[in-house]
């Protein structure tokens, strides 16, 4: 990492892992660390395939989901980016990047979630970027257990997985040509889309099988 990048993980992992931040689940708050880094180490292997600044990149990723350590039960999830954007900018403007790099950052990080932000900014290809790699990263195959844990999978019955199965096979289907900024996070998404159909789909497959078994064996 550079010293920009490693000051800006520091902030990160303050914000989010401070005893005193809104949200009291220290779980969920250790995996948002752990995804900002994941998304931030995508960042970099997208914006050295495709030429862009990667340490604005890799900062703007690194900080990206910083506002949940302010956002409340009650509060949107929606809005955090643009909280977020709020919250770093003092602590961006203090890195030394000029202006347009800085304006990509922050944009970056406002417009990540729905693509809207509450300043004016421009949608450059770095800010986009940021949405993308996160994007990315949720799809992958780390996230899957947590997927299937979030579901309460092993709580339903067989009917019910394959129903979840299918279900996230409609969604995989529904996103699978999802806009993106560049060619690089094409490539990667359309890596992610494949692996979600044969993960879901062999999973499905062993569940009718394991159903047809029962059936068949019933006294």
């Known amino acids: 990492m550079t010293q920009r990048e490693a000051a800006a993980r520091h902030y990160m992992e303050e914000l989010l892992l401070e005893p005193g931040c809104k949200n009291p689940d220290g779980a969920r708050m250790r995996y948002r660390v752990e995804h900002s880094l994941r998304v931030a180490s995508l960042a970099r292997q997208l914006a050295r395939a495709e ?13 990206h989901d910083v506002a949940y350590a302010e956002l409340g039960p009650q509060d949107d999830w929606r809005e955090h980016g643009r909280m ?16 347009q790099d800085t304006a990509d950052l922050l944009a970056g990080i406002a417009l990540h979630v729905d693509m809207c932000a509450d300043f004016p900014c421009e949608k ?4 986009r970027s940021v949405c993308d790699c996160d994007n990315i990263d949720r799809f992958d195959v780390f996230r899957q257990p947590l997927v299937l844990h979030e579901a309460h999978f092993d709580e339903l019955d067989t009917a019910g997985r394959i129903a979840f199965c299918d279900e996230r096979l409609r969604q995989t289907e529904s996103t699978a040509y999802f806009p993106l900024a560049t060619e690089t996070a094409r490539v990667l998404w359309a890596d992610r889309m494949d692996f979600q159909r044969e993960y879901f789909n062999r999973l499905r497959a062993q569940l009718k099988r394991e159903r047809e078994w029962t059936e068949d064996t019933k006294c």
């Open 124 to 127: 450059t290809v770095t800010a």
């Open 51 to 63: 030429g862009l600044n990667a340490e604005v990149l890799v900062i703007a990723c690194l900080l």
């Open 84 to 99: 977020g954007a709020r919250m770093v900018r003092p602590f961006v403007e203090s890195l030394g990047f000029d202006r």
